[in-house]
């Protein structure tokens, strides 16, 4: 059973134990979102999604299919590049998105954004003709996500039978997890301001060619770099620090300043076609594998993670 329609927007979490209650939970969603002439995405990790297309046969052809694996290896960029890059296709009617955005094989790096890409889905699609459902492995994932899902969807749906969540509250999650980003003592330090930025940027890249990028991987660095520092001496006070180090195979680059971000959507909406410019963070969380944030009124510290591939 899936969740009624009583708003525009509704985000149901769907918890499944096997492939069995995965497809009963999935399958009527899709079969019935196309009777009713609805878009149809479904977003999930490619073993799931090679289950539900297999389930769907010859419905399978008129659903639009993504890897979640690929398409949101950085959970800041599932709400602007798959979620909302679907609906806006589809202004004109109700649309229907399977979403899955944390699976077992999630680090525990990546899991806060994660769980703040799952909160901050409902005030980006409030008042939306929009219903995604997103499933949760009950049997592979740990309690405490599961306790997240909860506070993170006003509906969960658990062994075919729906429930109101009783600890329904996605913005005490975004808080919650908007903690400190602690870094090595191996971190390589540039203190820059506006003087500095083709300096800083250079930096950045030198130390990431050192740590073993090259080619596209180097561009995407300079770029990244180049948006966050520009946006520290626009918007951050007039300057910042960059550090820069490996780690398991990745380089990271974060860029600390005094400025504050008040909109825990900033670089997670699509930038409007007549916007004139505040799309730097949309290019960083497009460029990077992840992007971790935090926030106060002390200042603000964005991370990304840029691997080899």
């Not at 002439?37 to 479904?42: D, I, K, N, Q």
């Not at 996605?170 to 003592?185: G, M, S």
């Not at 992007?291 to 106060?296: L, N």
Request: charged share 20%; glycine share 10%.
């Amino acid at each position: 059973m899936t969740a009624p329609i009583t708003e525009p927007f509704v985000h149901p979490a769907l918890f499944y134990r096997g492939e069995q209650e995965y497809l009963e939970g999935t399958v009527p969603f899709v079969r019935e979102g196309l009777r009713a002439g609805e878009p149809v995405a479904v977003a999930v990790p490619g073993p799931n999604l090679a289950i539900l297309r297999t389930a769907l046969g010859a419905d399978a052809s008129d659903v639009q299919f993504l890897d979640m694996t690929e398409a949101g290896r950085n959970p800041g960029r599932i709400i602007p590049k798959v979620l909302r890059a679907f609906a806006d296709a589809h202004r004109q009617t109700r649309v229907r998105i399977i979403g899955e955005p944390i699976w077992a094989g999630r680090s525990s790096v990546e899991y806060p954004a994660c769980v703040q890409h799952e909160a901050l889905i409902n005030p980006a699609f409030q008042g939306r003709d929009v219903t995604i459902l997103c499933p949760y492995d009950a049997d592979a994932l740990a309690e405490q996500v599961l306790a997240d899902a909860y506070a993170t969807h006003p509906v969960v749906i658990s062994g075919g039978l729906e429930r109101r969540s009783p600890t329904y509250a996605p913005q005490q999650v975004i808080a919650h997890y908007n903690q400190p980003l602690t870094h090595p003592a191996t971190a390589e330090e540039f203190v820059f301001d506006a003087d500095a930025l083709p300096s800083v940027r250079h930096f950045a890249v030198e130390r990431a060619a050192r740590f073993g990028l090259s080619g596209v991987r180097l561009e995407d660095v300079a770029l990244m770099v180049a948006e966050l520092t520009t946006n520290s001496v626009r918007h951050g006070g007039g300057s910042g620090e960059l550090r820069v180090w490996a780690d398991d195979g990745r380089v990271v680059c974060e860029v600390r300043d005094s400025g504050h971000l008040s909109d825990p959507l900033a670089g997670r909406r699509p930038a409007a076609r007549d916007q004139l410019g505040g799309r730097g963070l949309l290019l960083v969380h497009y460029l990077a594998d992840l992007v971790r944030v935090h926030t106060g009124p002390d200042g603000t510290a964005i991370r990304c993670y840029v691997g080899r591939h």
